[in-house]
Nanobody, 119 residues
Framework: EVQLQASGGGLVQAGGCLRL?????????????IGWFRQAPGKEREGVSS????????FYADSVRGRFIISSDNAKNTVSMQMNSLKPEDTAVYYC????????????WGQGTQVTVSS
């Protein structure tokens, strides 16, 4: 059974940091790109960052580049995203997904974890 388990969300003040983790199982982790997406109320889902596992090659949206850092632990089938200098506009439900390439297609999705940044 394919599973992507996102965790690490929470409530933080602007300027603070959080670290999200995505634990993957049920598929060949090394063959995929793992991406983080977010969706705020009333807004479309947007891609935040991704990493091609076999190459440890990261990709970042302009809105988070320089603040967020994505990394993978291939031994643990886990992808983490360190989120620094958080802004209220980063508030959203964050999802991790597995697919091919920075822009997908993404075929496996996990449940979301809420990130709330207070001003």
């Amino acid at each position: 059974e394919v599973q992507l388990q996102a965790s690490g969300g929470g409530l933080v003040q602007a300027g603070g940091c959080l670290r999200l983790s995505c634990a993957a199982s049920g598929f060949n982790f090394d063959d995929y790109t793992i991406g983080w997406f977010r969706q705020a109320p009333g807004k479309e889902r947007e891609g935040v960052s991704s990493i091609k596992i076999s190459e440890h090659k990261p990709f970042y949206a302009d809105s988070v580049r320089g603040r967020f850092i994505i990394s993978s632990d291939n031994a643990k089938n886990t992808v983490s995203m360190q989120m620094n200098s958080l802004k209220p506009e980063d508030t959203a439900v964050y999802y991790c997904a597995a697919g091919w390439g920075a822009v997908g297609p993404y075929v496996y999705w996990g449940q979301g974890t809420q990130v709330t940044v207070s001003s």
